[in-house]
């Protein structure tokens, strides 16, 4: 059963910046399979970034702008992180990790980000 803890969240200033974290465990046959998604109040979830061509490129959300980078853990193989910078309010939301086996979608609890001041 495939697993996800998010950790990083919390509370930053406008143009302020972020490193979230998403631990994996489980059964994954790839951590270049798995994605960041975010959910702000009264709005649908949405993709924020991700990998593709098996880790060889990255897709974002039109939202992103450069802003965020993913990136695995040089580290953990089980760890990926979102690199995010000049953060505006619009970012705030509760940021998650998913991967899809099939038409499963699994998901994380998430980590809160707000951006106020």
């Known amino acids: 059963q495939v697993q996800f803890v998010e950790s990083g969240g919390g509370l930053v200033q406008p143009g302020g910046s972020l490193r979230l974290s998403c631990v994996a465990s489980?059964?994954?046959?790839?951590?270049?399979?798995i994605d960041w998604y975010r959910q702000a109040p009264g709005k649908q979830r949405e993709l924020v970034a991700g990998?593709?061509?098996?880790?060889?490129?990255?897709?974002y959300g039109d939202f992103v702008k450069g802003r965020f980078a993913i990136g695995r853990d040089g580290v953990k193989n089980t760890t990926i992180h979102l690199h995010m910078s000049s953060l505006t309010p619009d970012d705030t939301a509760v940021y998650y990790c998913?991967?899809?086996?099939?038409?499963?979608?699994?998901w994380g609890h998430g980590t809160q980000v707000t951006v106020s001041s």
């Open positions: 489980g059964r994954i046959s790839s951590i270049y399979e």
């Open positions: 998913h991967h899809k086996i099939g038409n499963i979608d699994i």
């Open positions: 990998f593709t061509s098996g880790g060889g490129n990255t897709k």
